[in-house]
């Protein structure tokens, strides 16, 4: 089956620092994975997805993702964090299967928290 | 439009009681989903509609009934449910199903007594 990992429950940056959330991914095949934020309280928001092409995706608010095979690797990336960014963070992968019967699996979830 | 509409937003009710949830979009997408989020959790798949049929139910309970009414619509009833129901009720939508992103209404907050 497919499936995402994050290894971080909690990621703290400083405002204006590089942050990097992880995740890693397991999938037979081509991987579709996504990355989702969640606001407290809010549903989920798309930020950004890899379906093939560039290792390097980028995705809204200043986010971007880099693909790596070689490691299953999928973190999501922002040059300088704000303070705006903190929030709970969902990698999430395709489950292989016939399109109608497809469905997205996300990962534990990361909450991220930027200090002033 | 982008927008998953979800009413209500807060849904307190009996374990005796029958209430509906329901999730508009009109965005022209075909796929539309049902997931459960309990506190600091990833949401859980419930049930998938693809061209309005359901496509995949994750073995939920029978005490949560979905209704896909047309494309743009999409319900959840619910009856008897029991306290650990409790949770945030969140309805997606997307072009088709796995493929492309999915868009989140904001939710239900579901409380059971």
């Known amino acids: 089956a497919q499936s995402v990992a994050q290894p971080e429950d909690q990621v703290n940056v400083a405002e204006g620092n590089p942050l990097t959330v992880k995740c890693t991914y397991s999938?037979?095949?081509?991987?579709?994975l996504f990355w989702y934020v969640q606001y407290p309280n809010r549903g989920l928001q798309f930020l950004l997805k890899y379906i093939t092409g560039d290792n390097l995706v980028k995705g809204s608010y200043g986010f971007e993702a880099e693909f790596n095979k070689s490691q299953t690797s999928f973190h999501l990336k922002k040059p300088s964090a704000l303070v705006s960014d903190s929030a709970l963070y969902f990698c999430?992968?395709?489950?292989?299967?016939?399109?109608?019967?497809?469905?997205?699996?996300f990962g534990s979830g990361t909450r991220l928290s930027i200090r002033p | 439009d982008t927008e998953v509409t979800q009413t209500p937003k807060h849904l307190v009710m009996g374990m005796t009681n029958k209430k509906s949830l329901k999730c508009e979009q009109h965005m022209g997408h075909r796929a539309m989903y049902w997931y459960k989020q309990k506190a600091k959790k990833p949401p859980e798949l419930m049930f998938v509609?693809?061209?309005?049929?359901?496509?995949i139910n994750e073995s939920v309970p029978s005490r949560f009934s979905p209704e896909c009414p047309n494309s743009s619509l999409l319900n959840l009833h619910l009856h008897a449910l029991q306290p650990e129901d409790s949770a945030l009720y969140l309805c997606?939508?997307?072009?088709?199903?796995?493929?492309?992103?999915?868009?989140f209404g904001q939710g239900t907050r579901l409380t059971v007594v």
């Open positions: 999938v037979s095949g081509n991987p579709y």
């Open positions: 999430a992968v395709r489950d292989k299967g016939h399109s109608s019967a497809s469905k997205i699996i």
């Open positions: 509609y693809s061209y309005e049929k359901l496509s």
């Open positions: 997606a939508s997307s072009q088709q199903a796995g493929y492309t992103e999915a868009f």
